[in-house]
């Protein structure tokens, strides 16, 4: 079973993600901020993971940069409110992350793009 | 005779404290219900507001971010980095080197690769000498400027960096603040929210960073400082910034906004000839004189004021630098009120002349020499032995409870606006400080404040004039200048 | 001493008449004790008479006006008389004539006036007339000249120190001032401390149901659904308490800000199925302006089409956010997006609000008209600028004419966004309108026009600008219009240059040319 780590600060949109992935059949893992997904990035060896770029205490650039470093080949799927042309966003792709997708979001969609990426 | 005169004379002290106490409390109050008042309408709009919108919109203003840096080479690079990560869309930072004797130039230039540029410097406001305008050739510190200048003071440096500023707003810091990464976000809304007033400058709060967790510009957990002297500013802080800033502001009385984080209009700025300076309080004088430059056009203004936590900054817990912080203060509030004397009690001067004006003049600036004259009179009564114990004891337990129950009211209001210092036993030790502080640390800074006096009147002969003097020139600068505006 | 004066103080100020308890004799001297007593009609067997000189003359004269006389021994002495209120004007007629007291029709002298009043008074048969004080001061100098006791008695001196009172009340108002405001706060803060207790557990009573709703349901499903069966998804659900609903609410709406595509018609489905609409239409007939707000916020979320007409009575609102929240509604919600509310703005419009209504704006234009012109004929000058700035910003080349219509009456204001926007658009068609704008006088305006010139500009403005630099403009200025030169002719500006190399136009080319200072 593959484990999707997923960082995001908003509870309702982790568990609409973690419950649509679940269903899926993956293995989630839900972290609240980026001191915490740098951990879980750490001890759980995620096989994907899907963050958000501004989050409290750490930066999404943070961990992205750290996932890197750690899991060269764990592919990330940056979720994010900021439009695709923002500095950050486009700095998160320049560090290599698999797929970007902006809220609003569709959990289907997102669904869909995990599995791409998974594959 | 002598003796009635000298009984009529205490008789009448009697009466002015009298009537001095009823204000006291009177006015603190009012300022308790202004506050209140304040922070529920700042919160309530709080709610509706996206602050996502105002990093990306085209129709955001441009911000400028000035902080003069003088000997800080152990932190200077760090300390720029987090300003350069700073969530907003139209921004850039620059450092003023005021002639550091340390490596501060060095540092920035290894660290940011930076160049020294042709850039020709124009001092609209007139600075100490320009060494050179470095940027940076990587593009990633794009946003970055560095000026090296003469040592020149605070007020000087900053000069330098408004006349090299390109954005409308300035943001004046210290370098060494905290600044959380959507502060600038928060800071510019008054600008753009106002529509029947021009807003001219907006101060921020300043949080207390002692003993706190810091990560990534924002303080992640709150503690109360280790020593009685910190926990006594965090709960001034309160106090200061919550408590008595919200209520200025909602009467548009604000006079000072703090020199480590305040938010101007460029074009005022210019208007009345940026930074004095030759005082020590150029901070809370910037603003007077802005405020006074728009009561004199007759133009519809505002002062505003941003309660929610995004600078802090370390306090000293040491009382020499507390005493000489103190002293600086209070001498700058005698310079400032004595500069623009002309404006108290004038109605023309509006809520700043007849409101915020006497109120620095009797409850900031004359407050230690009528504490310690109302001590020097209490003592009298006590050695004609005409003084009642009971009245002596009542006297004293009203200034106390006065001093409490404020101070508990400021930090009972920080629980419920933020809620930052969680911990319980925070609140405990911070609740001991407000009931030692009126006998153990109040009458030291009636001390400081007192020499903060005699060190101003001892300066007047001849620094005291060099500042009118300086200050006639910026005046006549002022007028020069509104006129070609006039024109 | 002090106390004493305390105690003139609380005469003064009470006007106390309890003076004559404390003095030692009722009068210190005839004249005293005589304008005391004309203050009185009559007072028990105390009577009057002038004793006069002895001349016929006089005696006649008087005799002639009606009034009596006997001669007791060698002198002449007039009626007695009861009425001491006409003593004054008897002494008037007796000019020269002394009075003497009778007490009992007997003479008396001062002393034993004074000591038969004592008794009087002390019986209450005679009480002081002249008690009530006529100034102040006379009170207070009479007061120091008197030899007045001081009560030493403890519960006198608390009531009468007035001083003492003052401090017990000022004392006791602050406390209870201030207390009240503390057990406020206290209140306030267990109060919230236990609605964000309950939003918790109404948070969990919410996000599960919600999400196995959003997932397990389809849109149609959904729509079928009877409200009483939705309910049941939602067990134990408290759903008529008030914060349950707002918890809702909150969810609801920030689920559908962060969805896309059905997931967004879904909660709008439950929204309405949940009567939640009902709190929407109170919010918004609320007096309180962020109940109003937060009902526009809620209609604008869930696309509450019903509640439009009732927003639209909010777009002029005094109260800026209800406003700026309605126009936004509007702007998001209307069919086709009609922009007649905003140019019959009243308020001025502010920076904030245009930033609000860009980004709507941006996001309705793909899929609706957008008639912006509609903007340039609104009275208020912040609208038409907004206008001018979304011409800008959206790239809408067809609306230029209509600006350069604008142009021929506009303020100030305006024609510096006008020239920006071209500037933005690259209109060199324009290129007369921004050459004539550099003559401008206002320094605003030209300073606009210098900058675009450097972009569109062409021979004139090149000669307008040579022109400007021989005026010997300020630094800035200068800098200003060398840097246009400098990107409009490169060979122009270096020949002038070289004419004119000043030490500051050296320094001006060489900022120009700086390479770091180039690529930022």
Known sequence: ?119 | MYNFLFYFLIEVFGVIFMILSFSVILVYLLIMIFSALEMRDYRRKNRFIDYQDIITSPLAPGVSIIAPAFNEEATIVNNVKSLLSLHYGKFEVIIVNDGSRDNTLQKLINAFQLQKTEFFYYSEIKTQAIRGVYRSENKSFRRLTIIDKENGGKADALNAGINISQMEILACIDVDCILSSDSITRMVRPFMEETNKKVIAVGGAIGIANNCDIKDGTVTTYRVPESAIGRFQVVEYCRAFLMGRMAWSRINGLMLISGAFGFFKKDIVLAVGGYFPNTVGEDMELVVRMRRYMQEKRIPYRVGFVPDPLCWTEVPEDEKVLERQRNRWMRGTIETLQLHQKIGLKPRYGILGMVSFPFWTVFEKLAPILEIIGLLYTLTLLILGDFSVVYFIALLLMIYLLSMLVSTFSVLFEQLAFNNYKNKKDLYRLIGTILLEPIMIHPKIVWWGLKGHIDFIIGRGGWGKMIRTGFKSAEERKNLDSQSIAS | MTRRLVHIFVFWLFGFSAIGQSYDSLFSSPEQLIKELTLHQEINSLEYRFHLPNSSLLIDSLENRGLTFKKIGSDWYSSSYSDWSKLDSLQNLFSIGGVEFLIYKEPADFQGVVSYLETLNSTGDFVLASAAPSSNENIILEAVNSNYQPRDDYKYWISSDWKFSAVLLTIFLFLVGSIGMILFLLILKSKRNREEELQKVYDELVVGPLTTLLFEKDLAQLEEISPEELQHFFPNAPFQKPLFRIVLINRIIGLNKKMKGDFKDKLKHIYKKLNLTDDTNRLLKSKSWSDVTTGIVQVNEMDLLEFLLEVKKHTNSPNFQVRNQAGATLLNLSENVDLTFLKEQAYPLSDWQQMHYLRIIKYVQANKSLEISVLFKSENQTVRCFGIKLVKILGRLDLLDELRELTKHARPDEIIEVLKTYGALGAHMEIDFINNCLKNPLPEIRDTAIKVTGDLGNEESIEILLELLKSNPNIPLRKLILGSLFRLNREVFEEYILKYPQFENQSIRKELTDQVLQHV
């Not at chain 1, 960082?7 to 293995?27: A, H, M, N, P, T």
């Not at chain 1, 695709?84 to 979001?105: I, N, Q, R, S």
Request: overall charge negative; proline content about 6%; hydrophobic content about 45%.
């Open chain 1, 1 to 119: 079973m593959k484990k999707i780590l997923i960082i995001e600060d908003d509870l309702l949109i982790s568990s609409l993600v973690q419950f649509r992935l679940k269903r899926d059949g993956y293995e989630t893992i839900l972290v609240k901020d980026g001191n915490e997904g740098i951990e879980a990035i750490n001890e759980s060896n995620p096989d994907l993971i899907i963050t958000d770029v501004m989050m409290p205490f750490k930066s999404g650039i943070e961990i992205i940069n750290h996932a890197r470093k750690n899991l060269p080949d764990t592919p990330i799927i940056v979720l994010s409110s900021l439009g695709e042309e923002e500095e950050v966003v486009l700095e998160a792709f320049h560090l290599g992350v698999t797929d970007f997708v902006p809220k609003p979001f569709n959990p289907n969609e997102l669904a869909l793009r995990v599995k791409r990426a998974l594959k």
